[in-house]
């Protein structure tokens, strides 16, 4: 069987508009490609998730959807500016740290508007945030989970944050 690949997904700017109404109008594009890659996993990286609970946040997704979103990524707190720069990426490397046997060879990317909350560009479909997850996203997660799928995806220098070293 095929590992699985984790999609880390952001909503505002994704899933719909940023700034407008939070309809979710881009979901159903999304889902239409995960439904494509039975390995495919969804976990939510939205600051929503500090506000609505697990189920939900699953709620919005098409009813055969939901069983493949695996959580949330946990939320650190940044403590100085600086460390907003690749927040997310660290939680969500922090996700698969705690979900999965070997994160060095763990197969992701993420769906966001924000290039500065991802370190790892080469793992990132980066959405416009004026219009959400479009057609060409979709190519673009579409060929990113084919690399996956057949082991040709780009290997990481270094899939370890700094933070999981410390002592």
């Given amino acids: 069987m095929t590992q699985s690949s984790y999609i880390f997904m952001d909503f505002d700017g994704v899933t719909h508009p940023w700034g407008e109404v939070e309809d979710f109008r881009c979901l159903p594009q999304i889902e239409a490609v995960v439904r494509d890659y039975a390995e495919a996993r969804i976990v939510i990286t939205a600051d929503s998730r500090t506000h609505f609970t697990l189920a939900e946040l699953v709620a919005r997704f098409a009813e055969d959807v939901r069983p493949r979103v695996s959580g949330v990524t946990?939320?650190?707190?940044?403590?100085?500016?600086?460390?907003?720069h690749g927040l997310r990426e660290r939680e969500a490397m922090l996700w698969l740290a705690q979900h999965v046997t070997d994160t060095s060879s763990a197969s992701w990317c993420a769906l966001d508007d924000a290039p500065g909350n991802w370190l790892t560009r080469s793992r990132l479909i980066l959405t416009?945030?004026?219009?959400?997850?479009?057609?060409?996203?979709?190519?673009?997660l579409r060929r990113m989970l084919d690399s996956f799928r057949s082991g040709t995806a780009q290997p990481l220098k270094s899939r370890e944050p700094s933070f999981l070293r410390r002592a």
Avoid at 128 to 140: Q, R
């Fill in 128 to 140: 416009d945030f004026k219009h959400g997850f479009g057609d060409e996203d979709a190519a673009a």
């Fill in 74 to 84: 946990p939320h650190l707190v940044p403590r100085s500016g600086a460390e907003l």
